[in-house]
């Protein structure tokens, strides 16, 4: 039964109450009208402004959706705080995400726990992106590009007075019965500034526009889920951070010191659910000017427990043999408790996975001439993870399973560029950056060393010598041409280098339940590494033709791109020497899910990202606009002819907007082509095209904003491109066609219609 309309009145009374609110506070009100654009462009880069980011706030409690309008970027659909995102074609690790200077790395075999996923929309003050060709400043150890993400910036008050200050908003979305908050104060002198920020938000299971799956049956007696209800989609999230900071003539000094704390965050399209996720962090910075130019210093720790296990709508009970010391097997629809734990009797599936993040990095700016600027740097990472999984019973009897153990991921980078400004229609860039990559892993055992495979891999792998050094190369050249008042050409080359993570690397074990439980992509099959992985090297060219008025109140932006990528990793059906689940039927598999090994193999994508904005009319009524985005990526495998995994299709989106005294609305449309181009080695299935329609408007006093909308405002029932394989509720633990067990074919629908209220009041 539809629970979108639950708490509309709610949603209703919030966004009719909040007016009458901020009249009380304001007698005389202001007229608020902002012109700038949501998305700029700076050199090779793009940049997500504040205007644009508070609009999509209410509408979101992930960080990386914020990106949605930035052309070439889309995200891989994942927990409702968790998405992975995309830039033409190439995801995840791909990517370089620093997140306040930090470079964080997912700790979880399934990627639950990104980079953006530990900076609420709430707290981000700045999101930047450089698609393909970086500059080596902020690029490496990637070949798609780079985000940044930055938290609000540290205030201070006027010479000689105090400053207090802050905000503290709330949010409601129908379809999910999604709701939190944010709080944010600061205390300010004008040499020193002392703030916390902190969040919650927390969602239940949304719903699709339309029944998607034939069955309710969840693994566990007496809970079912509806037709139309989207499992394992609920989540609840809580960030807090606290900073000071110190300023003295050109001086900054910040220390913030960061806790995230996510209780359960449950998966569509992964068979396991992230049922703890605590993350701690200290976050270090100087910034200086001298006569010379600028320096900057950073140092940071992070330290993550993270644990996994079957969610509410999975089942948790396992074994063979009827109750009460068995739990029915695997053609039971639902598992039953059953005692003790033993070879007949699992309680779940435990995943562990720690991991500690520390890095320094320096960076200086040379003002070398008025148009000279060198900017040379070094950073230095160490990053240790374990990934254990305790024996619950069953077939994870009687040993500690170790995925990964004492693993070692380390960096030591430098770099130095060059850009000037020859003359005021030039301007170019150019950069080399070097890295050295170390891994290493720790010897490894199966739940049980006496069987098959384990008896084959476990001293194949303990024996074998892990520890694998790259030595990376980074180059990127780029120039800036302005014709004349109304068009500028950029230009680009680069070639980006990115080493394996530790879960491609050494990720070791062939048997299929293991193999299930390590996947970061979403589509259901089973993987293994490889330690022999070499690094991936990718070359780019690119292009902007950028056209505008004098007064940029129009412009039309096209960035064609090609990118050729050798030692690409992607995958192959794991061979039948690994034992296990690669065995001969899985060569040739169609229509099921499917195992798999990592490989080096040879890749290109190609295709051009559109962007622009023009002002259509100013009436009495109001000033109205449209902006427009266009992207299209097409990949393939050089070596197989078969086409790259999760590439979004075709897709165009079209928005009207009208801003008038303190409103602020849109009207969007966005449109995806059918995917027809999916990767046959795993299976991936086809998805049709789509239209969905959103609304938004928002009205602003002095310090207080109201924002309402609605989503998907024809709840159009749609799947999403890169939304995976539907794994989200039922008998998760085995890909064997059985019971309750889901089926290969069924995909995770996008969210149906929902209406939502928002509320941030300034003081």
């Known amino acids: 039964m539809k629970k979108t309309f639950k708490r509309l009145p709610l949603a209703i009374a919030v966004s009719m109450a909040i007016p009458a609110l901020g009249q009380a506070q304001e007698t005389k009100l202001e007229d608020v009208v902002v012109t700038a654009p949501a998305v700029t462009t700076t050199l090779s880069g793009t940049a997500v402004q504040s205007n644009g980011l508070q609009s999509l706030r209410p509408a979101t409690s992930d960080s990386a959706t914020l990106l949605r309008d930035v052309p070439g970027v889309s995200s891989y659909g994942a927990g409702g705080v968790s998405s992975l995102p995309v830039i033409r074609g190439l995801a995840d690790d791909r990517i370089r995400i620093k997140v306040d200077g930090m470079d964080l790395i997912a700790a979880c075999p399934n990627h639950m726990n990104p980079a953006l996923s530990y900076l609420d929309p709430s707290n981000v003050g700045l999101l930047e992106v450089y ?23 540290p205030v201070f008050a006027e010479p000689g ?10 949010f409601y979305r129908s379809n999910g019965n999604a709701r939190g908050g944010n709080l944010g104060a600061t205390f300010a002198s004008d040499s020193l500034s002392v703030s916390y920020s902190g969040s919650t938000a927390e969602s239940d299971n949304y719903e699709a526009a339309r029944a998607f799956k034939t069955s309710e049956v969840t693994g566990r007696e007496g809970h079912t889920l509806p037709l139309d209800e989207v499992g394992s989609t609920a989540y609840k999230s809580r960030n807090h951070e606290l900073g000071f900071a110190f300023k003295g003539g050109d001086h900054l000094f910040e220390a913030k010191v960061g806790l995230q704390d996510i209780p359960y965050e449950l998966w569509p399209n992964q068979r396991m659910d992230m049922l703890a996720n605590d993350q701690k962090r200290v976050n270090l910075r100087y910034e200086g000017k001298y006569d010379w130019g600028k320096l900057q210093a950073r140092a940071y720790h992070e330290k993550v427990e993270h644990f996994m296990d079957f969610g509410a709508d ?15 097997g695997p053609v039971a629809l639902n598992g039953f408790p059953c005692a003790p734990l033993s070879a007949t009797c699992a309680a779940g599936m435990p995943m562990h996975t720690e991991s500690k993040n520390t890095g320094f990095s320096l960076k200086g700016d ?43 991921r380390d960096r030591n980078a430098v770099f130095a560029e060059w850009e000037a400004q020859p003359s005021a229609q030039w301007t170019t860039l150019a950069g080399v950056r070097y890295e050295r990559v170390k891994t290493n892993a720790g010897p490894v055992q199966a739940y049980n060393n006496n069987g098959a495979p384990a008896t084959t891999l476990v001293p194949a792998f303990n024996n074998a010598d892990r520890e694998r050094t790259d030595n990376n190369w980074d180059v990127t050249l780029l120039a800036k041409y302005t014709v004349d008042p109304t068009l500028d050409v950029e230009v680009g080359f680069a070639r980006k280098v990115r080493s394996p993570s530790l879960y491609e690397r050494y990720s070791w074990y062939s048997r299929g339940m293991e193999m299930l439980m390590v996947n970061w992509f979403g589509d259901g099959n089973g993987y293994i590494g490889d330690m022999d992985l070499e690094p991936e090297k990718a070359h780019t060219i690119s292009a902007t033709f950028d056209w505008h008025s004098v007064d940029r109140k129009w412009e039309l932006k096209a960035t064609p791109f090609y990118s050729r990528v050798t030692d690409y990793i992607d995958a192959v059906r794991c061979p039948t020497s690994l034992g296990g689940s690669c065995s001969v039927p899985n060569l040739t598999a169609t229509n099921s899910f499917v195992f798999l090994q990592l490989a080096n193999q040879s890749a290109r994508l190609y295709g051009i990202d559109l962007s622009g904005r ?4 100013t009436t009495p009524y109001g000033e109205f606009g449209l902006r427009g985005v266009l992207n299209y990526t097409n990949g393939k495998n050089r070596d197989t002819g078969d086409s790259l995994y999760n590439i979004m299709p075709l ?16 009207l969007e449309w966005f449109a995806a082509q059918s995917k027809n181009d999916v990767s046959a080695v795993r299976n991936e299935q086809e998805t049709s095209g789509y239209n969905l329609v959103n609304l938004r408007t928002s009205y602003s006093w002095k310090q207080v904003r109201v924002d309402f909308g609605v989503e998907n405002v024809f709840d159009k029932f749609y799947y999403l491109p890169l939304g995976g394989a539907y794994v989200g509720q039922g008998t998760t633990m085995t890909a064997n066609p059985v019971g309750a067990v889901p089926l290969w074919g069924t995909l995770v629908p996008g969210a149906g219609r929902s209406i939502y209220a928002g509320i941030n009041y300034k003081f």
């Not at 023009?614 to 009319?617: F, K």
């Not at 897709?651 to 849109?666: C, E, F, I, P, Y």
């Open 614 to 617: 023009m002002p259509l009319a």
């Open 651 to 666: 897709n165009v989106k079209l928005t009207l907007t009208h801003q008038h005294g303190g409103w602020d609305s849109a």
């Open 131 to 153: 698609p393909g060709i970086s500059p080596v400043s902020v690029g490496g150890d990637s070949i798609a590009g780079t985000i940044l993400a930055e938290s609000k910036a």
């Open 161 to 170: 007075k105090t400053l207090v200050t802050g905000e503290v908003g709330a």
């Open 366 to 408: 040379i003002d070398i001439t008025a148009m000279d600027l060198v900017r040379v740097g070094a950073e230095l990472q160490r990053y240790q993870l374990n990934d254990w999984w305790p024996a619950s019973g069953g077939g994870m009897w009687p040993n500690t399973f170790w995925n990964i153990n004492n693993g070692e």
């Open 314 to 328: 999975k089942r948790f009970w396992y074994g063979n043999g009827a109750p009460p010391t068995g739990s029915g």
